[in-house]
């Protein structure tokens, strides 16, 4: 009987060994980490960040017209000064700028989402190509996005090797012309919706 356990263990051991050597090979990449810290991923983020500039600097200024319009009725003196038809322009043009300052609101978090939205699946495009790139050269079976795994031991982490093929990528692009300013882009969107 001691045999027939110590060959079942030795056969179970030798069994399982080529399994484990043929598995698949596997690389994770954190997939925030190459938007925050490739060359495309600051790009995007200038990109949004010139956008959002842009769309806060009409709302401000937008807010600012409304508060002097508001002082405006607060001060009896200036509203004693004016006729009763320049007093219903002045509430007119309030009117009309609450309106403004809601839609401008409105484009401002619908334009951030899909901005937002676009540069995810663009900077998904970049990791994809770049690990495909990765995982041919170090005979991976496939690369998974790091947040879909609760554990992943670190020497699978090819994410530094991603980012060094976006940056190569980028630089490449970046010589032929083919990168685009979207901050431009992006920040004319406000006003045309605005003239609309």
Same mark, same amino acid.
């Given at each position: 009987? +001691?045999?027939?356990?110590?060959?079942?263990?030795?056969?179970?051991?030798?069994?399982?060994?080529? /399994? /484990?050597?043929?598995?698949?090979?596997?690389?994770? /990449?954190?997939?925030?980490?190459?938007?925050? =810290?490739?060359?495309?991923?600051?790009?995007?983020? !200038?990109?949004?960040?010139?956008? +959002?500039?842009?769309?806060?600097?009409?709302?401000?200024?937008?807010?600012?017209?409304?508060?002097?319009?508001?002082?405006?009725?607060?001060? @009896?003196?200036?509203?004693?000064?004016?006729?009763?038809?320049? !007093? =219903?322009?002045?509430?007119?043009?309030?009117?009309?700028?609450?309106?403004?300052?809601?839609?401008?609101?409105?484009? &401002?978090?619908?334009?951030?989402?899909?901005?937002?939205?676009?540069?995810?699946?663009?900077?998904?495009?970049?990791?994809?190509?770049?690990?495909?790139?990765?995982?041919? *050269?170090?005979?991976?079976?496939?690369?998974?996005?790091?947040?879909?795994?609760?554990?992943? +031991?670190?020497?699978?982490?090819? @994410?530094?090797? /991603?980012?060094? *093929?976006?940056?190569?990528? &980028?630089?490449?692009?970046? +010589?032929?012309?083919?990168?685009?300013?979207?901050? *431009? =882009?992006?920040?004319?969107?406000?006003? @045309?919706?605005?003239?609309?």
């Amino acid at each position: 009987m +001691r045999n027939f356990l110590k060959f079942a263990t030795t056969f179970a051991l030798t069994a399982a060994s080529p /399994v /484990v050597a043929d598995g698949p090979q596997i690389g994770v /990449v954190n997939f925030a980490t190459c938007v925050t =810290e490739s060359k495309a991923g600051k790009k995007e983020q !200038e990109n949004m960040d010139a956008m +959002r500039k842009q769309m806060a600097s009409l709302i401000e200024s937008t807010e600012k017209e409304l508060k002097e319009i508001a002082a405006k009725f607060e001060d @009896t003196d200036y509203l004693d000064s004016l006729s009763p038809k320049g !007093e =219903e322009d002045l509430k007119i043009k309030f009117q009309a700028l609450q309106e403004d300052l809601n839609r401008y609101q409105n484009q &401002f978090y619908q334009t951030l989402n899909h901005a937002n939205y676009l540069m995810v699946q663009k900077m998904g495009a970049h990791v994809a190509k770049a690990a495909e790139k990765i995982a041919a *050269e170090k005979q991976l079976d496939y690369v998974m996005n790091k947040e879909a795994c609760f554990y992943i +031991r670190s020497d699978f982490d090819v @994410t530094s090797l /991603v980012i060094s *093929e976006m940056d190569q990528s &980028f630089d490449l692009d970046l +010589r032929a012309k083919k990168v685009v300013d979207n901050a *431009e =882009e992006a920040t004319s969107q406000p006003e @045309t919706q605005q003239a609309g």
